[in-house]
C-alpha cells in the first residue's frame, strides 16, 4: 500500500503513519500546499519525497487540484491521506486521485469545523474523540471509516484536549484505517449523488472477541502506592460489574489503613480461589497464590486446615471465605497477623473480633451467589506494553466421570474427590504449579517454577517442612500441564504420592504411565491444562 500525504503544517499523523507502516503501508510522497510547512523537513528526514505546489494569487481551487494532480502523477500511490491540509478539496482533485481519507478531531457528526476542540467544551460532553472519514466536496460530511473516543477530563482547555485527541485518538484510529485499507478490508464504492461512497469494514469473525473494544472506568481512588513504594497507583472501577468483588467491597473497620494496590491484588485472587466450591471453603493467599486452600463442614475447620498447609507462609497473607465470617473462624483469623479478609458478610460477633486488630482490613463482598451466579464476568484481560491481552475466564471444573483413567491401578472414590479438589485449587496457582492434596485440603504447593520436577519438589519441600499435622504420604498430587518426562513422577513417588491428575497429552504420555504404575499410582488425566502465567 502506497500513500499519498498531504499537509499544510507539521504533518503529525502523516509522520506517524510513516514511522509505523501499518499493515506495510508507506508513504510514497509528501505534498504541502506552504513552502515553509514543518512537514517537509520530518519527511526529508525519513527519505519521503516531497512536492510543494502553492496556490497562485487569483487560481481557481480547481485549477490549484489539478496542478496537484499533475504532480502526483508521477508517484505510484493507492491512498491519499491529509493531515491538517487546510483546503476544501473539489471533484477536480477526488475525481482525480484514489480514496482519500482526512482525520477531523471529534465524533462526527458532532462539531464539524476547524474549532472542534472549543465546540466540544462549550457543549459540556464528558467524551470527544476523533473520525477518520473518506473526504467529499461537502466539510466532514464523508462516510466514517472509524472512530476513536476520548474522555474530557475535568479542567480541560483547548490545547490541552487537541494534544491529547492527537495522541490517544488519532495516532490509534489514523494508522488503524490505514491498515484496514492495506489489508483490503475496506472497499470504496460510487453509487449516485445521493450515496457516493459506500464503506464496509469486514472483520474476521471472533465469536465473542469483538473486532474492537471500548474500556471505561472510573478513578475510583488513589492508592497509597504500587507494588512498591516508588510507584503510584490508582484503582478504577467498572460500573458495570454485577460480579462480588473486592472493588466494590465495604472496608468494616474504617480505623485501618486503606487498601493498597498489593491487597486488591491478592484479595481478588483469594476471593476468585473460594468462588469455585459449593462447600464452605476458605483460603490463604500470598503474592496471589494460595498458602493453602480447603472445603469442610464448618468455616472454621475450612480455614484451620487451610492455615496449617503453610502457616508460616500465611503471615501477613489474605484470607478469603465463601460464607459469612463467624465469630470462631474471626478468632482463629485474629490469632496471627493477616492484612486482609474477604468474605459474603460478618456476623456481629465476629466484627467484634476482627475489629480489634487495629491493621486488618475487613471487606464484605456481598452476596456471592450460587452456582453459575457467581461469575458474571466471563473474560480476564492483562494489560501489555502496546497493547491488551484479553481471554476466557478458566472456568473448567472436571467432574470425577470426566477423568480419563490410564493407570493400572484405579483411583478410589475419596482419591477423585481429592482430584477434582485439587484442580480447582491448581487452577490458581502460578505456573509450573503443582499441588499436593488429601481429602479437601492442601498439604504442599509448588508454584511459579520454571521446571516442573522443581515444583515438584517444592511441593514435597514445603508438605515436609511447613504443613502441620499433614503429610504428602498418600497424597494426592495435581499438575498444571503434562509431564514431559517420568522424573517428576520418581520425585513424587519418593514424597509418597499415590495418586496424580494431570492433563496428559506429552510425547511422552506412555513413558509416565508406566513409571507410575511401577510405583503402582493411580493417573487420571483431564484432557486439558490450566496454566496460570499472572
Known amino acids: 500500500m502506497k500513500i499519498a500525504g498531504l499537509a499544510s503544517n507539521r504533518g503529525r499523523n502523516l509522520r506517524h503513519i510513516a514511522d509505523a507502516a501499518p499493515g506495510g503501508a508507506e508513504l510514497s510522497v509528501v505534498l504541502t500546499n506552504r513552502e515553509q510547512a514543518p512537514v517537509l523537513e520530518a519527511a526529508t528526514e525519513r527519505r519521503i519525497p516531497t512536492e510543494v505546489v502553492e496556490r497562485e494569487g487569483g487560481e481557481s481551487r480547481a485549477a490549484h487540484e489539478r496542478r496537484i494532480v499533475d504532480r502526483l502523477a508521477g508517484y505510484d500511490f493507492d491512498l491519499v491521506c ?73 479542567g480541560d482547555d483547548a490545547d490541552a484536549l487537541k494534544d491529547r485527541v492527537l495522541r490517544d485518538a488519532e495516532f490509534t484510529a489514523y494508522p488503524r484505517a490505514v491498515r484496514w485499507f492495506a489489508e483490503d478490508r475496506v472497499t470504496v464504492e460510487r453509487d ?44 478504577y472501577v467498572d460500573d458495570g460489574c454485577e460480579e462480588a468483588s ?187 504449579g503443582i499441588l499436593f492434596a488429601t481429602g479437601t485440603e492442601t498439604v504442599g504447593v509448588g508454584m511459579g517454577q520454571v521446571s516442573r520436577v522443581d515444583a515438584v519438589t517444592l511441593a514435597a519441600m514445603k508438605a515436609e517442612k511447613d504443613a502441620d499435622g499433614k503429610s504428602s504420604e498418600g497424597a494426592v498430587m495435581a499438575s498444571d500441564a503434562f509431564f514431559p518426562f517420568p522424573d517428576a513422577i520418581e520425585e513424587a513417588a519418593e514424597a509418597g504420592i499415590e495418586a496424580v491428575i494431570q492433563p496428559g497429552g506429552s510425547v511422552n504420555d506412555e513413558d509416565v504411565i508406566a513409571a507410575a504404575d511401577e510405583h503402582d499410582m493411580a493417573m487420571a488425566f483431564t484432557g486439558s491444562r490450566c496454566f496460570r502465567h499472572d
Open 82 to 154: 491529509l493531515d491538517g491540509y487546510m483546503r476544501v478539496l473539489t471533484d477536480a482533485f477526488l475525481d482525480a486521485v484514489p480514496t482519500t481519507l482526512n482525520v477531523h478531531p471529534s465524533l462526527l457528526p458532532a462539531f464539524p469545523g476547524t474549532d472542534a476542540h472549543e465546540q466540544v467544551l462549550d457543549a459540556g460532553v464528558r467524551t470527544t474523540g476523533c473520525t477518520v472519514h473518506v473526504v467529499t466536496e461537502e466539510v466532514d460530511a464523508g462516510p466514517i471509516v472509524t472512530q476513536e473516543p476520548v474522555p474530557v477530563y475535568e
Open 192 to 235: 449516485g449523488d445521493d450515496a457516493p461512497v459506500d464503506v464496509t469494514v469486514d472483520g474476521d469473525a471472533g465469536g465473542d472477541f469483538p473486532e474492537r473494544r471500548f474500556v471505561s472506568e472510573e478513578r475510583a481512588e488513589s492508592l497509597r502506592y504500587g507494588e512498591n513504594p516508588h510507584q503510584d497507583a490508582a484503582l
Open 246 to 432: 473486592v472493588v466494590d467491597a465495604t472496608q468494616l473497620n474504617p480505623g485501618a489503613k486503606g487498601m493498597g494496590y498489593n491487597n486488591y491484588n491478592d484479595a481478588d485472587a483469594a476471593l476468585n480461589l473460594v468462588k469455585e466450591f459449593d462447600e464452605p471453603a476458605a483460603a490463604v493467599i500470598k503474592h496471589t497464590n494460595p498458602a493453602g486452600c480447603a472445603t469442610s463442614d464448618t468455616l472454621a475447620d475450612a480455614y484451620d486446615r487451610a492455615l496449617r498447609t503453610d502457616a508460616k507462609s500465611a503471615f501477613g497473607g489474605i484470607v478469603a471465605l465463601n460464607r459469612t465470617c463467624d465469630a470462631d473462624t474471626a478468632d482463629a483469623i485474629a490469632d496471627s497477623f493477616k492484612e486482609v479478609v474477604v468474605a459474603p458478610g460478618y456476623t456481629d460477633s465476629a466484627l467484634d473480633v476482627l475489629r480489634e486488630k487495629k491493621n486488618l482490613r475487613v471487606l464484605d463482598v456481598g452476596p456471592l451467589g450460587k452456582g453459575d451466579e457467581r461469575f458474571s464476568e466471563r473474560f480476564t484481560e492483562k494489560p501489555v506494553v502496546g497493547g491488551r491481552l484479553v481471554q476466557e475466564r478458566d472456568r473448567q471444573s472436571p467432574a470425577p466421570d470426566d477423568l480419563e483413567v490410564v493407570t493400572e491401578r484405579e483411583p478410589t472414590e475419596a482419591q477423585l474427590e481429592t482430584m477434582t479438589f485439587a484442580w480447582k485449587t491448581l487452577k490458581h496457582v502460578k505456573s509450573n
